[in-house]
């Protein structure tokens, strides 16, 4: 049974760092492409970062590029998101989740739905304020 895990959310002020963790299990990280989400208050869920399939490289959509960096550690089947020179902006739920048919840099930078991404966790809080 596939199953993600978030943490490492909280509190930061504007300017400082967070990085999360996502933890799975249930399936092999070295075949498959992972990717965060997040969702605001009152918004659409939206793509931050994504570590494709196809070639293995990591993409940012233009709002957190230079600013947040995607990893993965298949020692410990965990996938991390740098967080750093934080805004109030990147205010909200963050998730990662993954697709066993398609890169989920499709659903990030692709154009692709972001719902259409076949497991989920169920997200971390991270909210950044003065």
């Known amino acids: 049974q596939v199953h993600l895990v978030e943490s490492g959310g909280g509190s930061a002020q504007p300017g400082g760092s967070l990085r999360l963790s996502c933890v799975v299990s249930?399936?092999?990280?070295?075949?498959?492409?992972m990717a965060w989400f997040r969702q605001a208050p009152g918004k659409e869920r939206e793509g931050v970062a994504c570590?494709?399939?196809?070639?293995?490289?990591?993409q940012y959509v233009y709002a957190v590029k230079g600013r947040f960096t995607i990893s993965r550690d298949r020692a410990t089947r965990t996938v991390y998101l740098q967080m750093d020179s934080l805004r109030p902006e990147d205010t909200a739920r963050y998730y990662c989740?993954?697709?066993?048919?398609?890169?989920?840099?499709?659903?990030?930078?692709?154009?692709?739905?972001?719902?259409?991404?076949?497991?989920w966790g169920r997200g971390t809080l991270v909210t950044v304020s003065s």
């Open positions: 989740a993954t697709d066993f048919g398609r890169d989920p840099c499709r659903s990030v930078v692709g154009g692709i739905s972001v719902y259409a991404m076949d497991y």
């Open positions: 249930g399936f092999n990280l070295n075949l498959f492409g």
């Open positions: 570590i494709s399939s196809k070639d293995g490289t990591d």
